[in-house]
């Protein structure tokens, strides 16, 4: 189903059977609805347990780390391509990861990877995007401006209040009213939107630039011979021998680490960036995807 919707999304592009903006509107009801809906279901219903608090620090410095390796091998290798660093590091969860997860395991089960994203989120909404707007011509956003940004983020407002009413037990509360059990139905079924919706705009999306693969091609190559065997090493040291985590949170942690850099990396360089490294960054997107 992931190869076929996503084969369906590029069919629609190529024939033009949907036009870019309606697409663009697709993904701001993926954005301000479904995805909220369906990590504050998911974090209401996930049980809590304090091990989560080590997968966050993990997450968050793992994240920390990437950024620094890229900054050295660009420095060491003399990489011409100015946002090389920010490839290495940030995985794409919102748009990708949560389709994936739960095509493989289940909507239901989404929390799961939805608790190893927590602390990538700090660090893409405090670390990463201070950074990236950093590079534009109009400078950095204050510290004030990103924190603003986080707490109006629908996303973000689903996941804290998934967890805030997950904490206070209230989930056989909300049950119990006819309002909020409708509330909570409804946003089960946006929840069901979730899979085939995200896909099909990935799909979509999917543009490859075959002069500029052998550029492209080797951040995706370094990612991944970096990755994977690292995350299986944190899988059998930590996720299952230090945390006692089941095998779901391994999936979690595995498919969290195989995905690509943030698609919102396009949105944010430096509107003077020459062609060929705006295809360098498409291409090095598209192709990890």
């Known amino acids: 189903p992931i190869l076929f919707l996503l084969a369906l999304g590029y069919w629609i592009q190529r024939r033009r059977f949907l036009a870019e903006s309606t697409i663009r509107d697709l993904k701001k009801i993926i954005v301000s609805f479904v995805l909220p809906a369906v990590l504050f279901t998911s974090f209401l219903s996930i049980e809590m347990k304090t091990?989560?608090?080590?997968?966050?620090?993990?997450?968050?410095?793992?994240?920390?780390?990437?950024?620094?390796?890229?900054?050295a091998l660009q420095r060491i290798f003399g990489v011409r391509w100015t946002y090389f660093p920010f490839l290495m590091?940030?995985?794409?969860?919102?748009?990708?990861?949560?389709?994936?997860?739960?095509t493989m395991y289940g909507i239901d089960n989404i929390g799961q990877i939805a608790v190893f994203d927590l602390g990538h989120e700090i660090f893409i909404w405090f670390v990463f995007l201070a950074l990236l707007m950093g590079k534009r011509e109009d400078g950095s956003q204050s510290p004030v401006q990103l924190a603003k940004s986080f707490v109006q983020s629908p996303v973000i407002i689903g996941i804290l209040a998934g967890i805030f009413l997950n904490l206070l037990g209230a989930r056989g509360f909300l049950q119990s009213f006819a309002l909020t059990k409708g509330i909570l139905s409804t946003f089960s079924l946006l929840g069901n939107l979730t899979i085939p919706l995200i896909l099909?705009?990935?799909g979509y999306d999917i543009r490859?630039?075959?002069?500029?693969l052998k550029h492209s091609l080797p951040v995706v190559l370094l990612r991944l011979g970096l990755?994977?065997?690292?995350?299986?090493?944190?899988?059998a040291v930590v996720t299952r021998r230090m945390l006692g985590l089941g095998a779901?949170?391994?999936?979690?942690?595995?498919t969290l680490l195989i995905l690509p850099p943030p698609f919102i990396i396009p949105l944010y360089i430096r509107t003077d960036l020459p062609e060929q490294e705006r295809e360098y960054i498409n291409n090095a997107l598209t192709l990890h995807t």
């Open 89 to 102: 590091t940030g995985f794409e969860y919102g748009m990708l990861g949560v389709s994936l997860y739960g």
């Open 227 to 235: 990755l994977v065997p690292l995350a299986l090493v944190l899988n």
């Open 248 to 254: 779901m949170s391994e999936a979690a942690l595995f």
């Open 51 to 71: 091990a989560y608090l080590a997968v966050f620090v993990m997450i968050f410095c793992l994240c920390v780390a990437l950024f620094a390796l890229g900054k």
């Open 208 to 212: 490859l630039e075959p002069s500029g």
């Open 200 to 202: 099909i705009v990935v």
